[in-house]
């Protein structure tokens, strides 16, 4: 009679509380131990603006269930070459960086804009802010996007950016990074983060990086694949994203797909 | 056959068959950890300008209203350098998003996501007054708009609503604004102006904006 839904998440499998009749999803809590705070001492900045006041709870209703669709259109094919800008080849580590955007619980999320920012092989920003004396590239702006595939997946070529001093503290260097921004398929599960590489030297210096509890700082990093390491052209890094799941058993449909 | 010789990886995924792989005791849930958020740093708008960013409903779109407001610190001083996104119910209290239980609306001109700098000293969006929608407990909600606020110095996007000083009754029936003290839902009331409304968010001190865990 009903098939079990399986693979990827599709709209409307939803079912964790249902009041007014209304069949809406909880988005679960990443616990304290793991997630990382809005504000952190060594991180300077923080200090005036980190609010200090507790989070009042908001329970999810439409609002926060519900998200913006962003998709294909806010991307064009040269958007997931990072390496050829302007007519021109940027200098650096060339690097194939891929993965997968999942939830929590475990489900692909396919569809998804992915955004990215960094520096470049200098670790300088084309950024009218950042006037270190390390050199501009005419070939490199730094801005990716991408959309997730059918299972999730995405890719795109870069070269490897190049860790960079700020005035956090004395001789203050950020680790290499690649910021990513996703939005998920609603607004709780929106995220703004930073990849970093494996085995860097300057992690244990770097408040952004300890702002994250030590049980999930391994999250944040990738994995350098030689699987998908590209003879004669590029090292490979892999790193999943997981965004905040609904905690969902699989639900029996009927066979033209409504939730029996 | 030699039980070590085991085949290499399907090029596709595996995929579970009940949606989700076992955590090796049959009651305990699989889950994966979420990945831990960063600042967006100094240098957001390299990766997250958009053109059209700061339209939520299209120029001219009848009814639109602009809404703008300064980011402030600790110390009041402006935040020249943060993000502001907004997601929002249309007038007729849909949301365009294939999410919502009651299916996606769709409404003329009407994206319901805007996204805005504040590099000029003020965020400034252009929308729709949102709709009245279901709270889920046979009431409805107060309008409102859900904002994330980024910046250098936040390590986590930080949650506020945008509600409106001149839906008097709406507000007193909105459960999230009657869970607040009086003088704090006041800072999530926006004040009406020539073309829209207003709302400063403080970050922190003095009349610090009310920020939501959701
Ligand atoms: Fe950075």
């Known amino acids: 009679m009903g098939s079990l839904v399986t693979g990827s998440y599709r709209p409307g499998m939803t079912g964790t509380t249902s009041t007014g009749g209304l069949h809406l999803p909880r988005y679960l809590h990443e616990p304290d131990a793991t997630r990382t705070p809005v504000g952190f001492p060594d991180y300077k900045s923080t200090g005036l603006r980190a609010p200090l006041r507790t989070p009042v709870d908001l329970p999810h209703r439409l609002t926060e269930i519900t998200g913006p669709v962003l998709g294909e259109d806010r991307v064009t094919s040269q958007d997931a070459d ?43 920003y084309r950024h009218v802010v950042d006037n270190w004396p390390a050199p501009l590239d005419p070939h490199f702006d730094g801005l990716g996007r991408v959309v997730t595939d059918s299972l999730g997946r995405y890719e795109f070529m870069t070269i490897k950016p190049g860790a960079y001093p700020w005035g956090n503290h004395h001789n203050a260097w950020r680790p290499a990074h690649i910021h990513f921004s996703l939005f998920g398929r609603a607004f709780s599960q929106r995220l703004v983060t930073q990849m970093y590489f494996p085995d860097d030297p300057l992690f244990g210096q770097d408040p952004i990086y300890n702002a994250i509890p030590a049980a999930a700082r391994h999250r944040a990093i990738s994995r350098y694949s030689l699987e998908r390491t590209q003879d004669n052209w590029a090292l490979a890094f892999e790193w999943d994203v997981v965004l905040r799941g609904t905690d969902q058993t699989p639900f029996e449909t009927d066979d033209d797909g409504d939730v029996a | 056959m030699n039980p070590l010789d085991v085949p290499p990886d399907p090029a596709v995924p595996f995929q579970p068959r009940s949606g989700r792989r076992g955590s090796g005791f049959l009651t305990g849930p ?127 996007r930080v949650v506020t609503r945008i509600c409106f000083a001149d839906e008097v009754q709406a507000n007193a029936e909105d459960a999230v604004l009657r869970g607040l003290p009086e003088d704090r839902r006041n800072t999530l009331l926006a004040i009406p102006a020539d073309d829209g409304y207003r709302l400063d968010i403080r970050l922190q001190g003095d009349g610090e904006t009310v920020f939501f865990a959701v």
């Not at chain 1, 929590?104 to 569809?111: E, F, I, K, L, M």
């Not at chain 2, 960063?38 to 957001?44: C, D, E, F, K, Q």
């Not at chain 2, 929002?88 to 001109?109: L, N, T, V």
Request: aromatic letters at 8%; glycine letters at 16%; zero cysteines.
């Open chain 1, 82 to 124: 990072l390496t050829l800008r302007n007519g021109g080849e940027a200098v650096g580590q060339r690097i194939l960086v891929y993965g997968r955007v999942l939830d929590s619980d475990g489900r692909p999320v396919p569809d998804a804009l992915v955004e990215v920012w960094q520096a470049n092989a200098a670790g300088r």
């Open chain 2, 30 to 156: 699989f889950r994966l950890g979420t990945t831990p958020s960063a600042t967006v740093g100094p240098y957001l708008a390299i990766g997250l300008t958009w053109p059209d960013g700061i339209w939520a409903a299209e120029e001219g779109t009848e009814g639109g209203i602009w809404i703008r407001g300064r980011v402030l610190d600790g110390n009041g001083v402006i935040v020249l350098d943060a993000m502001v996104e907004t997601w929002q119910a249309d007038p007729d209290g849909g949301f365009p998003s294939p999410e919502d239980p009651r299916g996606a609306a769709s409404y003329p001109g009407f994206r319901g996501h805007a996204r805005a700098q504040t590099l000029s000293g003020e965020f400034g969006i252009y929308t729709l007054k949102p709709g009245r929608v279901p709270d889920g407990e046979g009431g409805l909600q107060a309008p409102h708009i859900d904002v994330s606020v980024f910046a250098r110095g936040i390590l986590d």
